[in-house]
């Protein structure tokens, strides 16, 4: 399956970057963990789910629909 590096960035609710938030591609054991500034960069096919998650908050999944 062709994998595509997607970037962006943890943030919480205020906009304020997490570092050290874990964005693991579910059911893998490929992760990535956020710089200083939230930012990453994970490889990711489609279809695939992100599972994002940092101490104190509820985990987020975001569905990978489209990868160009």
């Given amino acids: 399956m062709h994998r595509t590096p997607v970037t962006g960035t943890v943030t919480d609710s205020d906009g304020v970057p997490l570092p050290g938030a874990s964005v693991v591609v579910e059911g893998t054991s490929s992760g990535v963990t956020t710089d200083f500034d939230g930012t990453i960069k994970i490889n ?19 569905n990978v629909m489209q990868c160009n």
Avoid: K, M, W
């Fill in 44 to 62: 990711v096919s489609q279809g695939e789910t992100l599972i994002v998650s940092f101490v104190g908050y509820l985990d987020q999944i975001i």
